[in-house]
């Protein structure tokens, strides 16, 4: 960052939220703008020669979307700060919530944008750039093999292949593939946040499970059931979970 500046670049194919999100910016004095790109391969080639400190990114646009764009900036080893835009899209809203990015809702609001430059200026964004990116891929790509570290050493899975897990004191036991079972040197809160979170949910203190293998929920007897190679398996849910669990199904 330039002493008293904030160098930014703006990614977006509309040309019309282009000049919006462009005239509140010059409006601020310690905004310096070095380039508007209408898609990702424009912005990709800026970013082989200059870094800005701030990317103001478009999620929907044509060919490469503006995660994809994310993907190849991790590969280049930089670490921009990025505040997505987006129309009001759930599912690209909710990836990038997951993973913790700041985002404006369009059409662009001069006070949300100066909320998120406060917030900008008040973290150090750099330092959580990998984290960031490594949660946003997850979620967009659920089927993505992840690492879960057990007692022997890791294991990598397709979070599809796993059933369910259940924790034991500050361990938890996958289960996973061909009635395979992994214990991790990992607790519970640390496996779910490693888990696509439109895939999994979360029944009790002690379990989550895989949506794709559930199969009925009662509440008169307050428990759920997965289909697993041909056999039911029951769980406690609590109403509270139950309730939830009715919402998230819609």
């Known amino acids: 960052m330039k002493e008293d500046k904030i160098t930014v670049m703006i990614v977006d194919d509309d040309i019309r939220s282009q000049q919006v ?3 509140h910016l010059r409006s601020i004095p310690e905004i310096e703008i070095l380039a508007i790109a209408s898609g990702a391969g424009e912005a990709y ?7 800005p400190d701030l990317i103001f990114l478009d999620v929907e646009m ?16 930089i670490n921009p700060s990025i505040i997505f835009q987006t129309a009001f899209d759930k ?26 430059l406060a ?7 750099k330092h959580q750039f990998e984290d960031q990116v490594a949660r946003l891929i997850r979620h967009i790509d659920p089927n993505r093999k992840i690492r879960l570290n057990s007692k022997k050493g890791f294991i990598l899975v397709d979070p599809d292949d796993i059933y369910y897990c259940r924790a034991e004191w500050n361990y938890t036991d996958v289960h996973y593939g061909d009635n395979q079972k992994a214990t991790l040197s990992m607790n519970l809160r640390k496996v779910q946040e490693l888990l696509p979170e ?24 307050h ?19 139950i309730a939830e669990l009715e919402e998230r199904v819609g």
Do not use: Q
């Not at 080639?45 to 870094?51: G, I, P, S």
């Not at 428990?223 to 979970?241: A, D, M, S, V, Y």
């Open 91 to 116: 599912y690209a809203l909710e990836a990038i919530k997951h993973a913790a990015f700041d985002y404006l809702l369009k059409p662009i609001d001069k006070e949300e944008l100066l909320l998120a």
């Open 198 to 221: 439109r895939s999994f949910f979360r029944i009790s203190r002690s379990t989550i499970i895989n949506m794709k293998y559930l199969t009925e929920v009662s509440r008169l007897d």
């Open 223 to 241: 428990t759920c059931t997965l289909h697993i190679h041909g056999k039911n398996i029951h769980f406690p849910i609590t109403r509270e979970h």
């Open 21 to 23: 999100l462009e005239y």
């Open 62 to 77: 044509p060919g490469k979307t503006g995660f994809d764009l994310v993907g190849e900036i991790r590969k280049l080893g």
């Open 45 to 51: 080639r800026f970013l082989l020669e200059t870094v």
């Open 119 to 125: 917030k900008f200026k008040a973290s150090n964004h």
